[in-house]
């Protein structure tokens, strides 16, 4: 089936995104079986397995899973798993640019006790038939977060890191965040006219942009909105966040044929063309706004500073070099010493 939309925003489909209910806080005992793994210092995969063990289980009570389960996967997509090289790239960047990011900006404690506690990686991505998107990130239940697209890796690139895998991992604590403790009713109030649940992955990102949304997904429904905002915010650089709300400030409208059909770019999102702004939006206000009431929430309900967080953000993703990363790993002793790159 030709997909209608391949899409690099959006992190999960409504469908497949409904939470479970959320206590207050998040228990820090842990919810695995007490006893210790025994790892084997012979196995191929000894030196992975050892340092999340080390790095994840014990300092953050999560589990960091790459070799995939089918119960912990939906049995209706074709899904295969993620590679061991890959793996070990994710394992190192995650701990470097989330977890260490949070440890530094909100304490060590944070993530211990509000952290999911299963991160389960996934080699492909996960197509929905029904809405013609790709899913590149699920959370359940605050207390999973599941992964794709992890065999397709750039760790050259940032920006790609961020589009597919940081970026979804910001989404998704977001969620867990607000599940916990609400975000403000007054940001589900602001953009009410202009949400779209069934036809958001339609909308061109420079229309919704002029609307307020900081992507066409977040103009599907408030929660997703709050949780794109927070993590375009945190990860989008400068130049591309001023680009947002310079196109915010604009008026877009469909390009159509001679017959009047609109016309589409290489993943069939409709191609917009400049024109006076008719929408009665001040979209770089709105999304300013948004963000201001976020930076509130992150502060008063959390103690956290939005824009130190950005900041730690921005310089780990700009400054980072994946050969010492790796290290990590691969500098674990190993009796036979098997070369695993």
Same mark, same amino acid.
């Given at each position: ?127 929905? =038939? ?11 239940? !605050?207390?999973? *977060?599941? @992964?794709? #697209? %992890? ?118 999102? =409709? ?11 001040? !979209?770089?206000? *709105?999304? @300013?706004? #948004? %963000? ?50």
């Amino acid at each position: 089936m030709l997909l209608k939309n391949i899409l690099k925003s959006a992190l999960l489909c409504c469908v497949a995104f409904s939470f479970a209910a959320c206590d207050d806080d998040l228990s820090s005992e842990s919810i695995f079986d007490d006893k210790d793994e025994v790892l084997d210092p012979t196995s191929y995969s000894y030196q992975l397995d050892k340092f999340l063990a080390d790095t994840y289980l014990a300092e953050y009570n999560l589990q960091f899973r790459y070799k995939m389960q089918d119960v912990g996967a939906d049995m209706n997509y074709n899904l295969v798993p993620a590679s061991y090289a890959n793996s070990v790239d994710l394992a190192v960047l995650t701990k470097y640019l989330w977890f260490e990011v949070y440890d530094v900006c909100a304490g060590p404690q944070f993530l211990k006790t509000y952290g999911p506690r299963i991160l389960h990686l996934i080699g492909s991505p996960a197509y929905n =038939p029904f809405s013609g998107t790709m899913i590149l990130g699920l959370a359940e239940g !605050g207390l999973k *977060v599941t @992964l794709f #697209k %992890v065999n397709t890796m750039n760790v050259h690139s940032f920006e790609n890191l961020n589009e597919f895998y940081f970026k979804t991992m910001h989404h998704e604590f977001s969620h867990i965040l607000h599940q916990t403790k609400t975000y403000p009713k007054e940001f589900a109030e602001i953009s009410t006219s202009y949400y779209d649940p069934l036809g958001w992955q339609d909308r061109n990102e420079k229309a919704t942009a002029s609307l307020g949304f900081t992507s066409n997904y977040a103009s599907s429904e408030p929660r997703e909105d709050f949780a794109e905002t927070v993590a375009n915010f945190i990860t989008m650089t400068d130049a591309r966040w001023n680009q947002l709300l310079e196109d915010a400030t604009q008026g877009w409208e469909p390009i159509e044929d001679e017959y009047g059909i609109p016309q589409t770019d290489a993943e069939n999102r =409709p191609i917009c063309k400049q024109v006076e702004d008719f929408d009665g939006v001040d !979209g770089k206000a *709105v999304i @300013l706004q #948004k %963000v201001e009431i976020i930076r509130q929430w992150f502060a008063s309900a959390w103690g956290l500073d939005l824009d130190k967080l950005r900041a730690e953000v921005q310089f780990r993703q700009k400054n980072y070099n994946i050969e010492e990363l790796r290290k990590q790993v691969y500098d674990i002793p190993v009796e036979n010493n098997t070369n695993k790159e």
